[in-house]
């Protein structure tokens, strides 16, 4: 602590080149926290995907019969089959699509990280039009407990028209997922109502009762519909989620990529002003080194230099990251703002890439230092 | 005149000096290579799904979903609903005597991808007899057509090369049996190729489907969009929406690309900046090392417009250079790299568009890193400079 303010007159000799290098890496480490966000997001997308949760979706895109979710309830091995069916529409305009799962009063039974109550879920089953929204959705379009909502679909109802209307029963949050964006109504109602495609469904939600059978079990429900009309595709929630987001263009890859780019850039930048600055203070560390100081004690000055401006910058490029997520995440799109999370670990990984890129950009200087002889740096040579 | 030479001089004497400050310089080039590297791979992303998803698509042809649909999925059109659209005027005739048309069917096929062994839904069209009429920019590579009726599909070349299993001859899995793949098919615009191509009754009586998803039409030409537009909307037998392919296609893309888009100028964005920061660096101590230098220039008559240039030239050039190389290496790294994203085909595209735009970014950094540091070089009193040591 003594040295503090030795180490401090040091930054400050040179205050622009200290600044602007303070600047490269403010920024640069609110992007490594944007990046490791995301990477953390998808993390979190793979943890949460459960093993003995199955989906069976139509093989070819045909509709499947209702019945099949009877039949798969009496598959070995599964606990609860519940059945629904998608319907596309939008609100209000075309650009705000959502896709209404009309759903059984079971499909809360196979969902429990859905947060609903169970008089919640008995004020659902009693009423035909009642829906249950997602807080990705309410908060997006405004929308309260009691509210009649209106959704416009390609479905016909059997009044003709195109619009479809919901009464908000509740507001439920996802266990996993802060602000995921779900709508789901009565598939009885639904069914009732459309002219086309009655008695179908698009897809069944399987629980087991042991996560280690799921592929054997989704194989035995696929079996079961192999040579009908309608033949059937099961797969377990987390093989579904490995797929998708390797789907996501590797992004993961490309996260790391960039987050490796930018430390490069950062050691070179930061390594470039130390060594500056160390060549321009060689006649004072030789007055430091005639005065007493030892060869390790200017070695560390060095060192505390570059700690002291990278831990600096890179704590208040990390936090500016996250207080400035918390400020917009109300305003990004539905979804988007569980696909980036801050946790103090990645933050703490984030410190520690600042600490690595202080100690190598310090490297170089301090051999220089080592190798100064104090005779020549003292005349000037 | 002497104003121009004056400069060239000024910028000949500061660019010979430069490779004593070789170490600094190395902060442009590298900051700025990998800025543009990574705002040039992110970006190679969203131009290569822009490609395959929306380069298909011509102004003079419509589509036609039913009501409320947003997509081809959520749209069913009933045989007497084509049967109305076919009959609408504004529809080009075909060699064939025939209006341009497809009605097409959608399904779905499992494949393995052959990059890391996952599967992924891709889709299935069944189409009408006129549609290679409607698409001219599709052809056959090998291979032969499906024949109506038989279970044989053709399969597109970015398909062919990103799924196992999709050679001429391979059997696949598909409804009512291993359907049969009578070829290749390539498109000239390289969109729309990550699709199965087969015939669309043989499609609907195999998935037990009675109603078409969509319709295609060739327009009369692109201007009569509006008047077959109205015809259809004013018909009271049906209740469809009708767009311009182009604008079907892009509004298609739309959310999926935003998001890439805004990904990618996030990244290029902040690493652009930490990396302008480096340049200010960089040409402040420049303008340091050669404060002598300059001095002397304005004692024997340059003017300050001259140091100016020569300092901006600088760091442009060094600016030029780095952001050649990160476009350079990203062209390497991603260039035609194959990825499957949400279901199509996509080969990521460093377009030459794009590395110039990634360049002209650079170069505007480097202007930014180099006028201060420019200003501060003409404006100081050349006396001091001369004496300082």
Known sequence: MRYLPLIWAGLIRRPVRSLLTFLSIFVAFILFALLGGISAGLAHVREASRLDMLYTTPRFGAPLPYAYAGKIAAVPGVTIAAPETMMRGYYRDPKNPIGVQMVRPDIFAAHDDILVTKAQIAAFAANRSAAIVGVGFARAYGWKVGDKVSITSATLSANGGRSWTFDIIAIAQDADYEDLPFFVANYDYFDQARLTDKGTINMVSVRTNDPTRSAEISRAIDALFANSPAPTRTISEKANQQSSTQALGDVDVLTRTVSSAVLFMLLFLTGNTMMQSVRERIPEFAVMRTLGFSDAGTLALVFAEALLLCALAGACGLLAAKLGLSLVRGKLPIGMSSLVVFSWTGMAIGFAFALAVAFGSALIPAFRIRRMNIVDALAGR | ?389
């Open chain 2, 1 to 389: 005149m002497d104003f121009l030479r004056q400069i060239a001089t000024a910028i000949r004497l500061g660019l010979s000096s430069l490779p004593a400050r070789f170490g600094t310089s190395l902060v442009i080039v590298i900051g700025m290579a990998c800025a543009v590297g990574a705002l040039v791979s992110v970006l190679s992303l969203s131009t290569g799904f822009l490609k395959a998803a929306t380069g298909a698509g011509r102004t003079d042809r419509a589509i036609i979903l039913s009501q409320g649909a947003i997509s081809e999925n959520g749209s069913s059109l009933s045989r007497a609903e084509i049967a109305a659209i076919t009959g609408t005027p504004d529809i080009r005739k075909g060699p064939s005597g025939r209006q341009l048309a497809s009605a097409d069917m959608l399904g779905t096929v499992l494949l393995t991808k052959k990059t890391d062994g996952f599967s992924a839904f891709v889709p299935v069209r069944g189409v009408g007899p006129d549609f290679f009429a409607l698409h001219p920019e599709i052809r056959v590579l090998h291979g032969r057509k499906f024949q109506p009726g038989k279970y044989e599909v053709l399969v597109g070349e970015a398909a062919q090369t990103a799924f196992a299993g999709q050679t001429e001859g391979s059997r696949i899995d598909l409804p009512q049996g291993r359907w049969i793949v009578t070829g290749t098919f390539k498109s000239t615009t390289g969109a729309g190729e990550s699709q199965m191509l087969t015939d669309a009754p043989t499609l609907m009586a195999a998935m037990r489907s009675r109603a078409y998803k969509s319709m295609t039409i060739q327009l009369a030409s692109a201007d009569r969009f509006a008047a077959f537009k109205n015809a259809l909307t004013s018909n009271p037998a049906l209740s469809v929406d009708v767009s311009r392919e182009t604008d079907y296609l892009a509004r298609q893309a739309r959310m999926l690309n935003n998001a890439l888009m805004i990904v990618g100028y996030l990244v290029g964005g902040i690493m652009g900046l930490g990396a302008m920061f480096g340049a200010l660096n960089t040409m402040y101590s420049a303008v340091s090392a050669r404060r002598i230098e300059i001095a002397t220039l304005r004692a024997i008559g340059f003017g300050g417009g001259a140091v100016i240039w020569s300092v901006l030239a600088e760091s442009l050039l060094l600016a030029f250079l780095g952001a050649s190389i990160g476009a350079a290496i990203a062209w390497a790294l991603f260039n035609n790299n194959l990825q499957v994203l949400s279901g199509t085909v996509i080969h990521l595209a460093v377009t030459p568009g794009l590395a110039v735009g990634g360049i002209v970014f650079a170069c505007l950094l480097g202007l930014i890193g180099g006028f201060f540091p420019a200003i501060r070089a003409a404006r100081r009193p050349i006396a001091e400079a001369l004496r300082a040591t």
